[in-house]
Nanobody, 124 residues
């Protein structure tokens, strides 16, 4: 069973940057595709990025493409989400999860082992 812990969130002004980390325990993280999602108050969990187990294939939501960069360090069981040019609408709790099937892509119900999330707040 993989356990995930997100970190790196904070308060930043619009146009600023943050780098989120997802630390995994357990020895299967490197064998699994993973994803980043976010959830704003009163809204459903929303897809941000999908990262293949090798880190070579990455899919982004259209709302973050060109601003966010996802990556993973399989040797150290970590994944990262570099967020640049942040906008107030990026404000949310950000979560990482591992895919529960090889077909998992953009739906949150295709992922599991969620961490507690890290809060990102972007002020205008």
């Amino acid at each position: 069973q993989v356990q995930l812990v997100e970190s790196g969130g904070g308060l930043v002004q619009a146009g600023g940057s943050l780098r989120l980390s997802c630390a995994a325990s357990g020895n299967t993280f490197s064998d699994l595709n993973m994803g980043w999602f976010r959830q704003a108050p009163g809204k459903e969990r929303e897809f941000v990025a999908h990262v293949s187990r090798s880190g070579d294939n990455i899919i982004y939501a259209s709302s973050v493409k060109g601003r966010f960069t996802a990556s993973r360090d399989t040797a150290n069981n970590r994944a990262y989400l570099q967020m640049n040019n942040l906008k107030p609408e990026d404000t949310a709790v950000y979560y990482c999860g591992v895919a529960t099937s090889i077909f998992a892509r953009t739906r949150p119900d295709q992922y599991g082992s969620w961490g507690r999330g890290t809060q990102v707040t972007v002020s205008s």
